[in-house]
């Protein structure tokens, strides 16, 4: 697959989980439940001080995406990450800055 044509509408599916994954409040929330697993809307809003009505815009539109799964449970929504995709995918995008950021950072004390 990887020396062919993708078709237009896979295209454009792949382009649209790309520009939902480039809000980096919702890269910080992806991160949060990477982390610590499924957690409500509440306690993700306590975790990052963020308003509740903002976390729930986003997480709302990841799991729309299936990016993320929600389960209610009595008055809660927990959310948890669906797509096992995203922590390889983030992971790979870390590592490369990671890497461009030693590289730049050791090219700069060289220049001393």
């Given at each position: 697959m990887?020396?062919?044509l993708l078709p237009e509408g896979l295209i454009e599916r792949v382009a649209r989980r790309f520009k939902v994954l480039s809000e980096p409040?919702?890269?910080?929330l992806?991160?949060?439940l990477q982390v610590e697993g499924p957690l409500s809307v509440q306690e993700i809003v306590e975790a990052t001080g963020?308003?509740?009505a903002n976390v729930s815009k986003h997480l709302?539109?990841?799991a729309r995406e299936g990016i993320l799964a929600r389960k209610k449970e009595g008055l809660h929504v927990y959310y948890s990450i669906n797509d096992p995709s995203i922590e390889g995918l983030c992971l790979l995008v870390c590592n490369r800055i990671?890497?461009?950021t030693i590289r730049e950072h050791n090219q700069l004390i060289q220049s001393f």
């Open positions: 990887a020396n062919q409040v919702r890269l910080q992806l991160n949060l963020l308003r509740q709302s539109l990841m990671r890497e461009e």
